[in-house]
């Protein structure tokens, strides 16, 4: 499985960005897809993730800002972000788990710069 992500960049606080992750190769329907985020200095941490039938759950840091979707006929996964913060400034992975595997793929990140 591949995944590629893109959508990240240069943005006010206050501000929105969406950013996409295409999974391709051997795409199992029985999947976890997440987005991950790692700040400068910091270790990586989980965002939000999103089953195949499209139940969400989120981190606390981005709970009522950013919104996980995806759309199983493009094996596309994004991840709509509101009311950005400075504090949100990170790398954001996004990440695919075959569930019954357990394999996980990491796409190669895309860079989110929040400026206060």
């Known amino acids: 499985v591949q995944l590629q992500a893109s959508g990240g960049g240069l943005v006010q606080a206050g501000g929105s960005l969406r950013l996409s992750c295409a999974a391709s190769?051997?795409?199992?329907?029985?999947?976890?897809m997440a987005w991950y985020r790692q700040a400068p200095g910091e270790q990586r941490e989980l965002a939000a993730t999103?089953?195949?039938?499209?139940?969400?759950n989120y981190a606390d840091t981005v709970k009522g800002r950013f919104t996980i979707s995806r759309d199983n006929a493009k094996n596309t996964v994004y991840l709509q972000m509101n009311s950005l913060k400075p504090e949100d400034t990170a790398v954001y992975y996004c990440?695919?788990?075959?569930?019954?595997?357990?394999?996980?793929?990491w796409g190669q990140g895309t860079l989110v710069t929040v400026s206060s």
């Open positions: 990440n695919y788990q075959n569930i019954v595997s357990r394999q996980t793929y």
């Open positions: 190769g051997s795409i199992s329907y029985i999947n976890v």
């Open positions: 999103i089953t195949g039938g499209g139940r969400a």
